[in-house]
């Protein structure tokens, strides 16, 4: 099943089922909410199909709504033939209780036939770290630029809420340049409070589960000062939103230097990359 948003409110829109739900039924309606690539969306060229734009992030979320009709005995509009005030839900057979009028015992505080299931609470956010540029012929050199590709994907069964962060640690002198913000993320430059420059993109939107992030490239000079047979690190790390609880394996204190291993952290949220000067 396919559904559209209405030009009126693209917000939301109605689905509706043809069928007999009896007392005591339920059925579950499942799905994903999908935000597509249009025009004016980063990636997007004017002219050319839509589905050749990028389908990343802001995703929506999983989709399972819940229609009931449980006819509760005793209450006051439980009649009908064979409906008797003490019976059983399965000894009520033609009990009417209309859910978008009113409560009852099941859902006192709002109406089963609205009502949202949810989905679980549970999410976690993991990060990868890449050298996009190539190695130069001779290899790496002082003052040359290298550009790292990091990216956030969600691991959990529920979204990720948006505000949560993707930050790039690099060596002293490095000088990174800053990412320009889109309808995605938007980004800024900082130092650790041990003295590391930082590059730390926000997610405007929620990363949903089994999605990976629109990667952010960042490019860097190696520091001048940099001995050849040296090692250059970089690390990345992604944090959750302020308002959001705990993941499943949370990152706990943010590293402030990029001499992270995370081969070796207990975490998922880290991730490492080393080059070597020659």
């Given at each position: 099943?396919?559904?559209?948003?209405?030009?009126?409110d693209?917000?939301?829109?109605?689905?509706?089922?043809?069928?007999t739900?009896?007392?005591?039924?339920?059925?579950?309606?499942?799905?994903?909410?999908?935000?597509?690539?249009?025009?004016?969306?980063p990636?997007?060229?004017r002219?050319?199909?839509?589905?050749t734009?990028?389908?990343?992030?802001?995703?929506?979320?999983?989709?399972?709504?819940?229609?009931?009709h449980?006819?509760?005995?005793?209450?006051?509009d439980?009649?009908?033939?064979?409906?008797?005030a003490?019976a059983q839900?399965?000894?009520?057979p033609?009990?009417?209780?209309?859910?978008?009028?009113?409560?009852?015992?099941?859902?006192?505080?709002?109406?089963?036939?609205?009502a949202?299931?949810?989905?679980?609470?549970?999410?976690?956010?993991?990060?990868?770290?890449?050298l996009?540029?190539?190695?130069?012929?001779?290899?790496?050199?002082?003052?040359?630029?290298?550009?790292y590709?990091?990216?956030a994907?969600?691991?959990?069964?529920?979204?990720?809420?948006?505000?949560?962060?993707?930050?790039?640690?690099?060596?002293?002198?490095?000088?990174?340049?800053?990412?320009?913000?889109?309808?995605?993320?938007?980004?800024?430059?900082?130092?650790?409070?041990?003295?590391?420059?930082?590059?730390?993109?926000?997610?405007?939107?929620?990363l949903?589960?089994g999605?990976?992030s629109?990667?952010?490239?960042?490019?860097?000079m190696?520091?001048?000062?940099?001995?050849?047979?040296?090692?250059?690190p970089?690390?990345?790390?992604?944090?959750?939103?302020?308002a959001?609880?705990?993941?499943?394996?949370?990152?706990?204190?943010?590293?402030?230097?990029?001499?992270?291993?995370?081969a070796?952290?207990?975490t998922d949220?880290?991730?490492?990359?080393?080059?070597?000067?020659?």
């Amino acid at each position: 099943m396919t559904a559209a948003a209405s030009e009126t409110d693209p917000q939301s829109f109605s689905m509706s089922f043809d069928g007999t739900l009896v007392p005591g039924g339920l059925v579950r309606v499942t799905g994903k909410m999908v935000v597509r690539g249009t025009e004016g969306t980063p990636g997007c060229v004017r002219g050319r199909p839509t589905r050749t734009c990028p389908t990343g992030e802001p995703q929506g979320a999983p989709l399972l709504v819940g229609i009931t009709h449980i006819d509760q005995a005793g209450d006051p509009d439980s009649f009908g033939p064979g409906c008797d005030a003490a019976a059983q839900v399965r000894q009520c057979p033609t009990g009417i209780h209309d859910k978008r009028v009113e409560p009852d015992e099941v859902d006192s505080s709002g109406y089963n036939m609205d009502a949202g299931l949810g989905v679980s609470a549970s999410y976690n956010l993991t990060s990868r770290l890449d050298l996009l540029s190539p190695p130069p012929a001779g290899g790496w050199s002082a003052g040359a630029p290298v550009t790292y590709r990091l990216s956030a994907f969600n691991a959990g069964p529920a979204p990720a809420l948006s505000g949560w962060t993707l930050t790039l640690l690099l060596p002293q002198g490095s000088a990174p340049v800053v990412p320009n913000g889109n309808a995605l993320r938007y980004c800024a430059q900082g130092v650790s409070a041990v003295g590391y420059p930082f590059v730390r993109c926000t997610g405007r939107g929620p990363l949903s589960p089994g999605v990976t992030s629109i990667a952010v490239d960042v490019t860097a000079m190696i520091a001048a000062s940099t001995t050849p047979g040296s090692q250059v690190p970089a690390a990345a790390y992604v944090q959750p939103a302020a308002a959001q609880g705990a993941e499943m394996n949370p990152l706990g204190a943010p590293p402030n230097s990029p001499l992270v291993d995370a081969a070796t952290s207990a975490t998922d949220n880290d991730a490492s990359a080393v080059l070597e000067v020659q």
